[in-house]
């Protein structure tokens, strides 16, 4: 195998890695009926998932839904960033494996809070 076919095989695993990760998370969702966890946008990247509450809702929806997730993965959440605009951004981390492996996939959940007008 060549440098650049292994580089390839490399990134396909860790992205089926990071899927495996939002299955089993959905699947979790599902069956935590009594957690009421909202639907999050979610994006797979090289050993990363990133959720983000969904486009439309209100600064209060998005930040509920941020936090509902960060509790339910028992996320580490950063310190909030305040852009110039007055929008704030609410970050948190989560680590999760995606099989009986020592591998994890970072779970990042972003919310972009907007100002209020």
Do not use: K, N, Y
């Amino acid at each position: 195998m060549t440098p650049e076919e292994r580089e390839r095989f490399e990134t396909h695993r860790w992205q089926a890695q990071a899927a495996r990760v939002l299955v089993a998370l959905e699947d979790e969702a599902a069956e935590a009926a009594e957690a009421d966890l909202p639907g999050l946008d979610w994006a797979v990247g090289l050993m990363r998932l990133t959720g983000t509450p969904a486009p439309g809702r209100s600064a209060e929806q998005a930040r509920a839904d941020w936090l509902a997730w960060a509790e339910h993965l028992g996320a580490v959440a950063e310190d909030e960033s305040v852009l110039s605009t007055g929008t704030r951004i609410l970050r948190a981390t989560a680590e999760r494996r995606p099989g009986s492996g020592p591998a994890t996939v970072t779970v990042l959940l972003l919310a972009e809070i907007q100002a209020e007008d």
